[in-house]
């Protein structure tokens, strides 16, 4: 059984083009996060969301919009798809607000822009 | 602003080989601190984490890390590695009273490659 689980694992698309990202978690979290790790494996967060509240919202372009149906869920929509979006995003998910939650990760979502 | 440091891009080492990976942070407040591994191919999974108390800490798989505060410094240690240990190792903080703000910092991450 997937704790978290994103699809599609890999997406290979052309510039400009509209795709989106679905993220589901089953462990009864309030709590996801949408991270992106670049070509030199460095982590950053974009987004959080607790109980379908966006509560992070780190400097991304607007193109990448989150949405969060229900709180098992976090899917990422991004429009206009642009070179520099080619990266992995990782989904994850932790169990309350408190810092000390550790945070669990699914396996990823290779995005390759042509 | 906040950020977390890993001395070691590049780590090598032959199986039973001793590992210390270095991870320093920069923030004046209490935090909580991670070490994340990375398969190849895989997603990150949580090694250990330190929130309060002793200092030494145990994770999974053998591995340990100690908190100094003083240093700001939270290294991983594992007495004697094994091929399976090949991944990236990412150090990763929470400010502790981050009003649920719990973003992750990560540290660009460590590359351990185990040869037998």
């Known amino acids: 059984d997937t704790a978290v689980s994103q699809t599609p694992k890999y997406l290979v698309t052309q510039m400009g083009n509209d795709k989106s990202i679905k993220c589901e978690q089953n462990?009864?979290?309030?709590?996801m996060y949408w991270y992106k790790q670049d070509s030199k494996k460095f982590l950053k967060i974009m987004f959080s969301y607790n109980n379908k509240e966006l509560i992070i919202n780190e400097t991304v372009p607007n193109r990448f919009s989150p949405k969060s149906p229900d709180k098992a869920h976090l899917n990422l929509h991004i429009n206009s798809l642009e070179l520099g979006d080619s990266a992995v995003y990782f989904c994850?998910?932790?169990?309350?607000?408190?810092?000390?939650?550790?945070?669990?990760f699914g396996d990823g979502t290779r995005l390759s822009i042509l | 602003a906040q950020s977390v440091s890993q001395h070691n891009h590049h780590v090598i080492l032959s199986e039973a080989a001793s590992l210390e990976l270095g991870c320093n942070y920069s923030y004046g407040g209490t935090v909580n601190l991670f070490w994340y591994v990375q398969y190849p191919g895989q997603h990150l999974q949580l090694l250990l984490k330190?929130?309060?108390?002793?200092?030494l800490v145990k994770g999974i798989k053998g591995f340990e890390a100690e908190f100094i505060k003083s240093k700001f410094s939270f290294n991983l240690r594992k007495p004697s590695v094994q091929w399976s240990d090949t991944a990236e190792y990412f150090c990763?903080?929470?400010?502790?009273?981050?009003?649920?703000?719990?973003?992750?910092?990560f540290g660009a991450g460590t590359r351990l490659a185990v040869h037998p």
């Open positions: 462990l009864g979290h309030d709590t």
């Open positions: 994850a998910s932790s169990g309350g607000q408190g810092s000390n939650q550790p945070q669990h």
């Open positions: 330190y929130f309060s108390g002793d200092p």
């Open positions: 990763a903080v929470i400010p502790a009273f981050s009003g649920g703000y719990n973003k992750l910092i």
